[in-house]
């Protein structure tokens, strides 16, 4: 692992491991990452991952319905359980900021290369990879359009970005209210500054860059429950979709 990771990203890696043990998304159980997506051996989170274990079949048959793959890398990777489970069939990189034990110091699988990094500037060379994912990853990049031209870079011609499980909102302003609640929760844990690093995201940025030819493969939301809410006037929430993106 290289790349020693400066302030505020420093500050921001010791607030949000302390917030993910708080929150139950990281555990001292080896068997934790292990058992994820499908099993949460904290019993905290168990309506979320049952929703991310879904997106993860969505993702592995879409991976497996592409041609020539092998080299991938799990960009925001976090304790690799993605990755862990990727490693069965490719050769998976993991990449995070973030090195303690919820982050890649949680990986102990021999077949995963691990790299300390920011998504935003990528430490490897144009070209390396035949996939870059960023599951529950790409709303924590703080410039957008660099942390997707750095993943066209990472990728081969032809290559596939795949995004999941991160939070998308109708247009700016539903974004926007989204994130002054997030805001009020990180303040409410003496974090402000994680909100700095946290936003979601619109179609419309991601098609902005036309750096990659999307395709939505599972809208990741309740249609029933969103309708419902659309009759009540109440705001839908987020959609968590799972999105490839060929690079142009
Ligand atoms: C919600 S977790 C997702 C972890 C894992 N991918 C998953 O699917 O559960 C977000 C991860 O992104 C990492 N992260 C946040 N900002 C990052 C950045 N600029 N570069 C690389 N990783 C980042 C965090 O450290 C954390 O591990």
């Given at each position: 692992m290289s790349n020693e990771p400066q302030t505020p990203i420093r500050r921001f890696v010791e607030d949000y491991r302390r917030l993910r043990f708080a929150e139950g998304y990281a555990s001292s159980d080896p068997?934790?990452?292990r058992q994820l997506p499908f099993r949460d051996t904290t019993g905290r989170n168990v309506a979320a991952w049952r929703l991310r274990a879904l997106h993860y079949v969505v993702m592995r048959t879409g991976l497996a319905l592409l041609p020539a793959v092998d080299r991938v890398l799990d960009v925001g990777a976090g304790n690799g359980w993605l990755a862990r489970r990727l490693a069965h069939r490719y050769s998976v990189t993991a990449l995070d900021v973030d090195a303690t034990?919820?982050?890649l110091g949680?990986?102990?699988d021999p077949r995963i290369g691990r790299v300390r990094g920011d998504l935003e500037a990528l430490p490897v060379r144009d070209g390396t990879f035949d996939v870059?994912?960023?599951a529950a990853a790409l709303h924590y990049a703080v410039n957008l359009s660099q942390a997707l031209?750095?993943?066209a870079r990472a990728l081969r011609p032809g290559g596939v970005l795949v995004i999941a499980d991160s939070p998308f909102y109708s247009d700016a302003l539903a974004r926007h209210r989204a994130w002054r609640r997030t805001l009020g929760?990180?303040?409410e844990a003496g974090a402000a500054h994680l909100a700095r690093r946290y936003q979601g995201l619109t179609r419309a940025e991601l098609d902005g860059p036309a750096l990659f030819r999307f395709i939505t493969l599972s809208p990741g939301y309740e249609p029933l429950r969103a309708a419902l809410a659309r009759l009540r006037g109440r705001e839908t929430g987020p959609r968590l979709p799972v999105i490839f993106g060929w690079k142009r």
């Open positions: 068997a934790f990452a034990d919820a982050g949680a990986i102990d870059v994912i960023a031209a750095e993943m929760y990180y303040e």
